[in-house]
């Protein structure tokens, strides 16, 4: 049978109301309806007193309060989960003040608000915010102890957590981090763990804490020098073109570090200069992941004496993963002499998708062979056509 919208309305409402009378503790309702055919969901009486609903999570339908004299009263409601829902500013403010007792709110791809605030809510322990669109981001909710915010790339809105004293763990993908923000989320609150993916950030990107225990850092975009003060970390991801200058970090964390440098661009001796650096500060680390994704390598030392470059003393590690995308190419014997003068690793992995694979494993496995003083052990990986040769 086949339904207008307003016949489809009416049945889900009909549903919604038979769980209701049969007090249900949680009501999911999900639709695989093109958008402009999702039933709306209209909150009536007998729903908002309903005492015994727990848990709403929904999936694609639009959601409004349909009685004008109050707001909802979901008493005992502890989770709010909504993906692709439509719903107003207003909805957002009815939970907020009548539903106490949540624990979980967690809205995604949800439209309909430009503000969402949350006020309160002396239960509230974990947000997931995943918008479309762009959003005011304010939330007072000191009991708040987990927070993943994905704004979508390029967001410039406003993000205010200062009140949020308790908040552990934040998430922050897409968003536009000023130096203020940045300050804010690593001094004002008590993070133990900071996760910032793909987020525009200033020239200058400073990290210092000491409560930071956990810290990711992937694709720091306009980021040109990145300086990260964390005595206290346990564990560090980093992902990105500018190799990082870290003044302090505990040496207990680089043995978990997981570290992935690409360079998109000119691989020149100060690159390699900077990767020297780095690896001292971090010399405990075990796997050292190195992207070269670039097709111009520039031997000349600008801005550096050329005997105090041969002079360096490399560092040991104990593996380098070494990836060359297959648009790459590259004078290997230049690339391979100036890695082995920044750090000496025990362990050498090398992957590649190269169209002539087998070829270049040879030829790059020979080049390491003949360095003096080297007693790396080469793994290396070719995947042409499907086929994973190793060596």
Not at 106 to 134: A, Q, T, W, Y
Not at 209 to 234: C, G, Q, V, W, Y
Not at 348 to 364: A, L, N, R, W
Request: aromatic share 10%.
């Amino acid at each position: 049978m086949v339904l207008g919208d307003e016949g489809l309305d009416t049945l889900v409402n009909k549903w919604m109301g038979l769980l209701v009378e049969i007090q249900v503790n949680e009501l999911y309702y999900r639709t695989l309806l093109p958008t402009r055919s999702r039933p709306q969901w209209k909150i009536f009486p007998e729903v908002i007193a309903a005492e015994s609903i727990t848990v709403i999570n929904l999936f694609g339908c639009k959601l409004e309060n349909a009685s004008t004299g109050s707001g909802i009263k979901f008493r005992y409601l502890r989770e709010v989960v909504l993906e692709q829902v439509y719903l107003d500013e207003k909805m957002i403010q009815d939970f907020n003040d009548s539903c106490l007792l949540i624990k979980l709110f967690s809205l995604r791809h949800c439209k309909g608000f430009k503000i969402f605030h949350l006020n309160g809510l002396p239960k509230l322990k974990k947000v997931l915010l995943d918008v479309l669109e762009f959003v005011e981001v304010q939330m007072r909710t000191p009991s708040l102890q987990f927070c993943n915010l994905h704004m979508g790339f390029g967001y410039q809105g406003k993000i205010d957590l200062t009140a949020c004293q308790c908040l552990k763990s934040l998430i922050v993908r897409g968003a536009f981090i000023t130096d203020l923000l940045l300050q804010e989320f690593t001094s004002r609150l008590l993070l133990e763990t900071l996760e910032l993916y793909h987020c525009d950030m200033g020239e200058m990107v400073i990290i210092s804490s000491h409560r930071l225990k956990h810290l990711i850092l992937f694709h720091a975009k306009d980021a040109i020098e990145i300086m990260i003060d964390t005595p206290n970390l346990l564990s560090f991801q980093y992902s990105g073109s500018i190799i990082p200058c870290i003044s302090s970090i505990n040496p207990s964390c680089q043995r978990d570090a997981a570290f992935s440098l690409y360079n998109n661009h000119v691989l020149d001796a100060l690159w390699l200069l900077k990767l020297h650096e780095f690896v001292g500060v971090c010399r405990q680390t075990k796997v050292l992941n190195l992207s070269i994704m670039t097709d111009e390598i520039n031997v000349s030392f600008p801005n550096i004496e050329e005997e105090d470059w041969i002079r360096l003393i490399p560092y040991e590690i104990e593996h380098l993963k070494l990836h060359i995308p297959s648009f790459t190419k590259l004078n290997f014997a230049v690339l391979v002499n100036g890695l082995f003068q920044s750090c000496r690793p025990k362990l050498v992995s090398v992957k590649t998708i190269y169209e002539d694979g087998i070829e270049f494993i040879c030829s790059f496995k020979r080049l390491f062979w003949k360095k003096k003083k080297c007693t790396a052990a080469v793994l290396l990986k070719s995947n042409v056509g499907g086929i994973t040769y190793q060596m």
